[in-house]
Structure formats: C-alpha cells, structure tokens
C-alpha cells in the first residue's frame, strides 16, 4: 500500500499570511494526487487534482505542486474561511485509495 | 446542479447490519465510477469502496467481506450494504464521485455528499 505523509498536522496562521503544506507518498505517484479541504462539520471538498490542477471555483490563493514523492499545497494571503483541515490523496494505486492524515490550518 | 445525499445511518448494535443510501441528481451514477470514504470521529478521511462503471467493486481490506457496494440505475443511487459491524466501523459515511481525469492526472472525488453517522455501539 502506498502511505501518505503530511507535514506538518496543524499549523497556526494569521489572516493575510502565506502557509505551505506537505504530502509525501511512500512510493513515487507522478502526479496523480489531489488535495481537499475539510471545514468543522462539513464534507471534504476538492481543491486541486494532478498535483497543480485548481478545481474549478476554487479561489487563485490555493495552489499545488510537485511529482513523485514530494508535494505542497499553498495558501496565499489567508483568508477566514481558510481556516479547515486539509488533505491529500493519492490514486496511483487505484482503485486503492489513500489519505494522507491531515493537516489543520488554525488561526493564531 | 450535482448533488449526492446520503441516508441510512443510525445506531446499530455490534454484528448488526445496515444499508447505507446514497441518491444522486444532476448526473447518471451508473456512468461514472462512485466510492464511499468514512472518517472515525476526529480523525482523518478513509477510503472504503469503489464501483467502476462495468459494476467492479474494490474494497479496503478491513470491509472485505462484510461490506458490499452497488447501485440502483433505476433510482440512480448508489448503497453500502454493511454486515457484521464493528465498534471501528462508527464513522460519518460519505459518497462521492470519482473522476478520471486521464493519464496525467488520475482520479480523484469531485462531488461529495453530505455524510451520514453510523454508530456501532451496545
């Protein structure tokens, strides 16, 4: 199975800020990762698929990037609502899917 | 609009079973591949089951022989049969679909419904 490992779990923040998170595959997964963004008591929702595609009506702050092994999920100028907890996925292994564990974006 | 409302949870004893619904509008299920991803109170997302368009299913191998994934074409939605439920088996359940977004881009969960809470408790 292929792990996922994201960095850091939670992060604190303030509005306007710039926060990078990480995902690291156990194997190489090219680009075929996605990463979702989880608000308290609310579905997951797609952010960005292939790594560093932006979903369509998500806003131009979120950006992805990355191949292989290594991957970052970039939030520019945090906004209030950004505060959730983020995930990625790989599907290199379909239709074995797997999470990474989650990385919760507080405010500060 | 794509919209997917799950149905069906409740509190169910251990080595219960429960059907888990899933009712999709604004696309055809039985055209896409649909999956099935739970999270255990406070902690992360699990992926559970697949079905392709063909009707294959793939499951996580904690579910594997307990729980079955279909679908409906005539009512176009999808379930989760659960059989034989565990006290690790309480979790909000959430359908989605899976797009394929080709060779460089692989699947991912495009739409998610809302979720519904089994508890498997006595």
């Known amino acids: 199975d292929i792990q996922m490992t994201q960095s850091p779990s939670s992060v604190s923040a303030s509005v306007g800020d710039t926060v990078t998170i990480t995902c690291r595959a156990s194997?190489?997964?090219?680009?075929?990762l996605a990463w979702y963004q989880q608000r308290p008591g609310r579905a997951p929702k797609l952010l960005i698929y292939a790594a560093s595609s932006l979903q369509s009506g998500v806003p131009s702050r979120f950006s992805g990037g990355g191949s292989g092994t290594d991957f970052t999920l970039t939030i520019s100028s945090l906004q209030p609502e950004d505060f959730a907890t983020y995930y990625c996925?790989?599907?290199?292994?379909?239709?074995?899917?797997?999470f990474g564990g989650g990385t919760r974006v507080e405010i500060k | 609009e794509v919209q997917l409302v799950e149905s069906g949870g409740g509190l169910i004893q251990p080595g219960g079973s429960l059907r888990l619904s899933c009712a999709a509008s604004g696309f055809i299920v039985r055209n896409d591949y649909m999956t099935w991803v739970r999270q255990a109170p406070g902690k992360g997302l699990e992926w559970v089951s697949v079905i392709y368009v063909a009707g294959s299913t793939y499951y996580v191998d904690s579910v594997k022989g307990r729980f079955t994934i279909s679908r409906d074409n005539s009512k176009n939605t999808l379930y989760l049969q659960m059989n034989s439920l565990r006290a690790e088996d309480t979790a909000i359940y959430y359908c989605a679909r899976v797009t394929y977004g080709g060779v460089t881009r692989g699947y991912y969960f495009d739409y998610w419904g809302q979720g519904t809470l089994v508890t498997v408790s006595s």
């Open positions: 194997q190489g997964i090219t680009t075929w």
């Open positions: 996925q790989q599907s290199d292994s379909f239709p074995s899917l797997t």
